[in-house]
């Protein structure tokens, strides 16, 4: 058995013959999604999309409060604070460099298209709160697995914002109404909704037992039949990238306004909703 462990700064990577375990390692921040991990996620897919690759499943993973609790609002309060853009110009390619090109929200919303479109199965196994951005992994993975304590949730209309690159990946898996619900209600839902509603495909209260159970299938699967199959499937997700650039322009204004800015500025210093005294 081959095992490999490489430890990124924001993520806990380990392989073992075909299969990649990614745990979103910022503990201090709820598993936060910051300009770190996007290079990190980027680093990590290239490796897990290149030909030699053995790797046939990439199983996403958090804490057992926390899965991602979505955008990084402290990273969102500082860049306010000092002037600095909060998300950089449009950039193109596959490489991340530097923390302007990482910010832009371009990139994120690439990681999410390769996890549903790449050579290999992505899995999300969630055990608590997933808001926001962690939404987006889920709803990019081919396979959502959940605890009977997971919640899933879009908390952006709270703060003048509202989840545009999410929104595809979403719609994509649970319909526009839901998606729109449960954009609108700003709730979180818990595993039996998310299951009635598709984004969960497997729900227990021994999620790591449940995870056995799909490997011990989905491990016989070939690399090159994942491959040719995701990339057939890939041709009916038109909508990823029909609505990429709206999603990114709506991105991009929402975070640079500075009403917005200020909500989000107010939310992480004083812990207030920008409608309370």
Known sequence: MHKDSTRFETLNVEVTNSICRVSFDRPEADNTINAQMVRDFDKL???CEDESSAITMVILKGSK???????????????????????????????VTGAAAADDPEFLY?????LATGPFLTISVVEGRANAGGVGFIAASDIVLASETATFGLSELLFGLFPACVMPFLVRRIGFQKAHYLTLMTRPIGTQEASNWGLVDAASDQVDITLRQHLSRLKYLDKATIASYKAYMAKGMGILNSWKPEALEANRKMFNDPSIQENIKRYVTELKFPWEA
């Open 45 to 47: 897919i290239q490796t």
């Open 65 to 95: 409060d926390v899965f991602c609790a979505g955008g990084d609002f402290k990273a969102t309060a500082k860049a306010a604070t000092t002037g600095a853009a909060v998300t950089g110009s449009a950039v193109t390619g596959s490489a």
């Open 110 to 114: 690439d990681i999410w298209y390769r």
